[in-house]
Nanobody
Framework: QVQLAESGGGSVQIGGSLTLSCVASGYTGSPKCWGWFRQAPGNEREGVAAIDNDGYTSYANSVKGRVTISKDNAKNTLTLQMNNLKSEDTAMYYC????????????????????RGQGTQVTVSS
């Protein structure tokens, strides 16, 4: 059973930075797509960033230029560096895996993720 553990969330002022991390365990092989989605109260789930098993990335237009996703296969870790944070970035952020081969490049994200973590809260305020 895949387990994904997020860390790094918190409260930050507008314009600040946060780094989210996700450590994967309890699996064999690697996901086709590994990424982050977020959900704020009353809002739909939104893909934020993802990276596929070839290293291609996908970013939501709302975060492009402010967010960088990377992975360390040796450490089974996914990282999301977020800069110039805005109040609209406030949400619960989830690390997730997709194993079926859904396209996750060029702004596209899986509709359904196979596994996700418990989430880490990001709050951006003035």
């Amino acid at each position: 059973q895949v387990q994904l553990a997020e860390s790094g969330g918190g409260s930050v002022q507008i314009g600040g930075s946060l780094t989210l991390s996700c450590v994967a365990s309890g699996y064999t092989g690697s996901p086709k797509c590994w990424g982050w989605f977020r959900q704020a109260p009353g809002n739909e789930r939104e893909g934020v960033a993802a990276i596929d098993n070839d290293g291609y990335t996908s970013y939501a237009n709302s975060v492009k230029g402010r967010v960088t996703i990377s992975k360390d296969n040796a450490k089974n870790t996914l990282t999301l560096q977020m800069n110039n944070l805005k109040s609209e970035d406030t949400a619960m952020y989830y690390c997730a895996w997709e194993t079926g081969g859904a396209y996750c490049r060029d702004g596209y994200f899986p509709v359904n993720w196979d596994y996700r973590g418990q989430g880490t809260q990001v709050t951006v305020s003035s």
